[in-house]
């Protein structure tokens, strides 16, 4: 197919779908400490896709939830989520 993305490089996904006209933001994360698993969140992409305002979001599991589900220890995560323009 032509012009089809490595769809295993999130930027080379990204820089299609932009050619393409369509919206696009970037979630980078910017730290982690322990346990950081987080499940996928397009809402806040599509948020700042319309709103152009870049987010800082922080994400955590303490010890005692941690230790229910079955990881060593708790955690912390932090994604910057900007949109991409031009």
């Known amino acids: 197919m032509q012009n089809e993305p490595n769809v295993l490089d999130p930027l080379a996904v ?3 779908w ?3 006209g369509r919206s696009v933001a970037l979630a980078t994360v910017i730290e982690t400490w322990g346990s950081a698993p987080r499940p996928v969140d397009h809402q806040v992409a599509a948020d700042v896709i319309a709103s152009g305002t870049p987010r800082v979001l922080e994400f955590g599991v303490a010890d005692e939830t941690a ?3 079955g990881l060593s220890c708790g955690g912390r995560i932090r994604v910057y989520v ?5």
């Open 82 to 86: 900007e949109r991409i323009d031009g």
């Open 14 to 16: 990204a820089q299609t």
């Open 18 to 20: 932009h050619g393409q």
């Open 67 to 69: 230790w229910r589900v």
